[in-house]
């Protein structure tokens, strides 16, 4: 069932749209770039996404244009100003020309709803317009009907992935509430101790899916979108204790206590969590913790987080993730063309905010020199694993861990490298529970 109306009292068009999926389903297409893709637009228009960053102050950044090059491509930036995860979307539209410059037509106010029906879920829309003036003129232009098929579309879209039996590409998250109110996705799967896995800087719970089904064998495993990702909320400005509650509630989830693991640049957050959580957590498995604690390779550069800040304040994202690939990770430049050509690289541009908020938890254990003194207070039983192919200066940050905290254990994954807790997630899953459960 579809509604149209047109309130000139507030110069605004309504729109609305009932469909038979959930709302998680819904929710998916209009915050997934390449879902929306399929459906954004008239009839006979094709959209394609440039930038989707569905967060507080996070730009949609997007181009339609006719199938049959009748009319000249559309293009708009939709700032978000607040999204509230499976429940509302809110931003501020603007047409652009092709340098992505506003032209002088105005700022489109713009809230999408989702609520949960019997059936099902409805889809309001409310899209606001400078003066009554550029409303009438959307009505001359029948906006309100193009909006109507565009909804249509994604009803399409949705009953072809629900016949196809593709909803495997679909979030199945549950979701709960931690103490600032944010919205935080999870997925639980899994019989035994709970186990709690922390993604790392620029994925969200996906990236970790096949570590979290390698553990799920022996252990209640629950994947999390952290802040800023996924399905979960962002609210600003942000505060890495924050993230700390965020766990904290996974473990009340879990029962009161879980076992925490995490690779590469999670594993400060980990370490802060498990010290700030102190008995709630059972066990931490690390996975080569990137520490830069000597001259085995360069330290972080000393401006990284304020230039990373810059890049993404400026909307430069893409190269936001090829400062952190070159900087950081210190892939040579002249891998970066191929590599922008993998699907991963859009993943990563999507979520490349997360580069500072990683960035603002690493900024003291990357600089070359000691770890801080005092930081982590662990009692529990920590695993610092290290890739029998891994990077010196990787053994080195381990050791140097070990010896901060009072019952670490450094342990070497045989015949592996850095990748390993991503590329080689049996492994990986056979250690931690070794150590975890024997």
Known sequence: MSEIRIDEASNTLHISRTYTAGVDRVWWAWTDPDAIAHWWGPEG????VH???VRP???????IAPTDRSAAPVHSIATYTDVVTHAALVYDDVFTDEAWRPDDTGVFPTTVTFTTTDNGCAVDVT??????????????????????????????????????????TLPTLSTL???DGTTIAYQQTGT????????????DHTGVAGLAAALSTDFTVITYDRRGRGASGDPQPYDPAREIDDIAALIDLAGGTAALTSGSGGCALTLDAASALADRVTGLYLYEPPFIVSDARPPAPADYLHHQTALIAAGKRSEAVEYFM??????PTEYLPMMRQDPSWQEMVKLAHTYTYDGRILADLQDGTALPNGRWTINAPVAIAVGGNGEAFIRDGADALADLLPNATV?????HDHSAFWMAPDAVAQQARSFLLD
């Open 326 to 331: 070159t900087e950081m990770i210190r892939v």
């Open 177 to 179: 509430t931690s103490a």
């Open 192 to 203: 035994g101790p709970a186990i709690i896995v922390i993604s790392n800087v620029a994925e």
């Open 57 to 63: 102050g996070g730009r949609w950044r997007f181009q």
């Open 411 to 415: 342990l070497t994954l045989p015949d």
């Open 127 to 168: 899209a606001g317009f400078p003066d009554r003036a550029a409303l009438l003129r959307a009505v001359e232009l029948q906006m309100a009907e193009g909006y109507l098929e565009a909804l249509d579309r994604l009803d399409h879209l949705l009953a072809e992935l629900e016949g196809e039996q593709t909803m495997s």
């Open 51 to 53: 930038e989707m960053d």
């Open 45 to 48: 228009w094709a959209a394609t």
